[in-house]
């Protein structure tokens, strides 16, 4: 969906490392104008697809996200 999209284009602008992403799902919301729970169900349904994994930290600290599904399929529909 263009939720989907969008949220990906969110962590993908908080990207602080080469490997993962970490920012809080509220501060998506907030940037993105949307209710938390519509975030939450964006990234459970991506989870859920295999295009994005969420990775948890310690207590107190926002998920890590990796795109790994996503470029795989990017990559394989590219060689064909």
């Given at each position: 969906?263009s939720t ?33 729970k519509t ?8 989870e ?8 948890s ?9 990796t ?14």
């Amino acid at each position: 969906t263009s939720t989907e999209v969008m949220v990906i284009i969110q962590i993908l602008d908080f990207q602080w490392t080469s490997d993962a992403a970490h920012p809080s799902l509220n501060r998506i919301a907030k940037r993105m104008g949307m209710d938390i729970k519509t975030i939450r169900n964006a990234v459970a349904n991506m989870e859920s697809l295999g295009l994005l994994k969420r990775h948890s930290r310690r207590r107190g600290q926002t998920n890590l996200y990796t795109f790994d599904g996503l470029i795989n399929g990017a990559e394989m529909k590219n060689k064909s």
